[in-house]
């Protein structure tokens, strides 16, 4: 993410990331959690995208 775009509230069901780089598809710019049933599953999706969009160590 880029250091000026918007911050997501990690509770949110839908993260639009718009505003996020040209290299991103326009198709991948929209991450639905809602569609995952399971709201214990929702919760792992959500963190393991977060914990990939930590840079690296």
């Known amino acids: 993410?880029?250091?000026?775009?918007?911050?997501?509230?990690?509770?949110?069901?839908?993260?639009d990331m718009s505003d996020g780089p040209e290299s991103m598809k326009p198709c991948s710019k929209v991450w639905r959690f809602n569609k995952v049933c399971d709201p214990l599953w929702r919760?792992?999706?959500?963190?393991?995208?977060?914990?990939?969009?930590?840079?690296p160590q």
């Open 43 to 55: 919760l792992v999706t959500k963190e393991l995208i977060l914990a990939r969009m930590c840079p």
């Open 1 to 15: 993410m880029l250091p000026d775009s918007h911050g997501y509230w990690f509770e949110e069901e839908v993260w």
